[in-house]
T-cell receptor, first 114, second 107 residues
């Protein structure tokens, strides 16, 4: 079974703090993704990566950066957290081998910025 | 980009009832997935179904790619089926999600 894990289920940070969200997958997937989910707005793609040290902007990259130093790990960084970044953050991975790139999700991190 | 519309937005059922959820999309797709988001926020993969019909227990799904829609059928619903059901499609790059159908199954 594919397993995607995220470092925290719940996180509370203060405005201006630097925040790291970690995601690890154990299926040797090439592709990894970060989404945020907000009521009424659905899931929106922040960043994705097709390979180590490679990153691509999604639909809403402003205020975020990412790091992929190892194939299994994809980190989302909030350089200076703001209250409008309070959200549910979901990580996903997929294999490039499988046509259509079926995505598998982690359990999510509920981030509150006060 | 591709537009994805799901209907109905909300659905309330009695336990044991059947239901059909619909997903319309605006362009050709290479991938279509159905997910169930449980009350704890976890997205569970239900089906990977860019075309054709699949069944898994009480759930089945059909995608008619030429007419740009997919249907998710839930039979003999149970309270554990409650949650939000998402359809997501991929054209040439990344997945685009619909807004979801929120399902509540009451005992």
């Amino acid at each position: 079974d594919v397993k995607v894990t995220q470092s925290s289920r719940y996180l509370v940070k203060r405005t201006g703090e630097k925040v790291f969200l970690e995601c690890v997958q154990d299926m040797d997937h090439e592709n990894m993704f970060w989404y945020r989910q907000d009521p009424g707005l659905g899931l929106r793609l922040i960043y994705f990566s097709y390979d180590v040290k490679m990153k691509e902007k999604g639909d809403i990259p402003e205020g975020y950066s990412v790091s992929r130093e190892k194939k299994e790990r994809f980190s989302l960084i909030l350089e200076s957290a703001s209250t409008n970044q309070t959200s549910m953050y979901l990580c996903a991975s997929s294999s490039r081998d499988r046509a259509g790139y079926e995505q598998y999700f982690g359990p999510g991190t509920r981030l509150t910025v006060t | 980009g591709i537009q994805v519309e799901q209907s109905p937005p909300d659905l309330i059922l009695q336990e044991g009832a059947n239901s059909t959820l619909r997903c319309n999309f605006s362009d050709s797709v290479n991938n279509l997935q159905w997910f169930h988001q449980n009350p704890w926020g976890q997205l569970i993969n239900l089906f990977y179904i860019p075309s054709g019909t699949k069944q898994n227990g009480r759930l089945s799904a059909t995608t008619v790619a030429t007419e740009r829609y997919s249907l998710l059928y839930i039979s003999s619903s149970q309270t554990t089926d409650s949650g939000v059901y998402f359809c997501a499609v991929r054209g040439y790059s990344t997945l685009t999600f619909g807004k979801g159908t929120m399902l509540l199954v009451s005992p």
